[in-house]
């Protein structure tokens, strides 16, 4: 009885040798939950043993003029498997590392573009400080670079805590117009300048 099985098998793997598509059909439901198995041994996971299934199955059928049908066919279709996973594992460390690179490659961009963009705001918030009148741009200075406040400045400067307010928000204006004339684009970029 099992010379009798022995002879289905080798005739069956010799057909699939010769390329019978209805002799990979057969294989396909006799070993689909043994390999099914494997891959799930290699895995731990159902979707990922079911890809790899089917992707051994693929591979079966490209290899098939290694079958040797004398020798021992699970051991053959082990050997593929473990060689595929092995393959989607190489795969996959190198999409992840290739994503890891292309992540940290765009954040040092992003680092580099947002460090420009503070440079030139902060340049062109000079400029516009540098446009203000002496006493407006002395005030806008005291306040935002010194952190006096209203009063402070007042008394420092011996004008009233009205003409503070009136030159600080006047020095505002100011900057605000300078930015969007010479840079639209990046007028969020000086309110934090202006209030940082």
Request: proline share 2%; glycine share 2%.
């Amino acid at each position: 009885m099992e010379k009798l099985e022995d002879f289905k098998k080798i005739k069956l793997l010799n057909a699939l040798k010769a390329g019978d598509s209805a002799a990979f059909n057969e294989i396909y439901h006799k070993y689909r939950q043994k390999i099914f198995g494997y891959a799930y041994h290699f895995t731990r996971c159902r979707e990922e043993a079911e890809e790899l299934t089917q992707d051994s199955f693929v591979r079966l059928w490209e290899n098939r003029a290694k079958i040797d049908p004398e020798k021992n066919f699970d051991a053959f279709i082990y050997t593929l498997i473990r060689n595929n996973f092995l393959g989607a594992l190489r795969k996959k460390a190198r999409e992840k590392a290739y994503t890891c690179e292309k992540l940290t490659n765009e954040q040092s961009f992003n680092a580099i573009e947002d460090e420009l963009d503070a440079k030139e705001s902060k340049q062109l918030a000079q400029e516009a400080i540098e446009s203000l009148s002496p006493q407006v741009k002395k005030i806008y200075l005291l306040s935002r670079n010194d952190y006096y406040s209203h009063e402070e400045i007042s008394q420092l400067m011996g004008i009233s805590k009205n003409t503070v307010n009136n030159h600080l928000k006047k020095s505002l204006g100011i900057m605000r117009k300078y930015f969007r004339t010479y840079s639209p684009e990046t007028i969020i970029s000086l309110v934090m300048v202006m209030f940082c």
